[in-house]
C-alpha cells in the first residue's frame, strides 16, 4: 500500500497578513498625511523616507517570507543594498568636498 505524502510547508495564520495590510494601509495613510498637511522642508523628507522604509520592511518581512528565512540569506539579501547606500553617501560627501575646493580655490565664476 503506497503512502500518499502531504506537502508539509510551512503555514502562517491569515491573521498575521491581515494586521501586516492594515498596518500597510495605516503606512500609506500617514504618507499621504504629509502630503495633504503641507509639511515642508527635512521633516518632510524623513518622513515619507521612514514611512518608505516601514512598508517595504513589512512586505519584505512578511509577504516575501524574509522573517522565518536563515540569517545568511537575509544578510545576502539586505546588505548590499545598505553597502551601495553608504558608498552613495559616501560619493555625495566626496562631491560637495570637490566643490567646495574648486569655488576656494578657483573662484566662484569667471
Do not use: C, N
Not at 510547508?9 to 504618507?31: A, C, D, E, N, R
Not at 543594498?81 to 569667471?110: C, D, I, K, N, W
Amino acid at each position: 500500500m503506497a503512502k500518499v505524502q502531504a506537502h508539509s510547508g510551512q503555514q502562517h495564520p491569515i491573521k498575521l497578513y491581515m494586521v501586516v495590510w492594515g498596518l500597510l494601509f495605516v503606512l500609506s495613510t500617514f504618507s499621504y498625511l504629509v502630503d495633504y498637511l503641507g509639511i515642508q522642508g527635512y521633516l518632510r523628507w524623513f518622513l515619507i523616507l521612514l514611512f518608505m522604509i516601514l512598508k517595504a520592511g513589512l512586505i519584505v518581512a512578511v509577504f516575501m517570507h524574509m522573517a522565518w528565512e536563515r540569517l545568511a540569506l537575509i544578510y545576502a539579501i539586505l546588505v548590499p543594498p545598505v553597502l551601495v547606500l553608504v558608498f552613495v553617501a559616501l560619493m555625495v560627501s566626496e562631491s560637495h568636498y570637490t566643490a567646495l575646493t574648486r569655488m576656494t580655490f578657483f573662484g566662484a565664476g569667471q
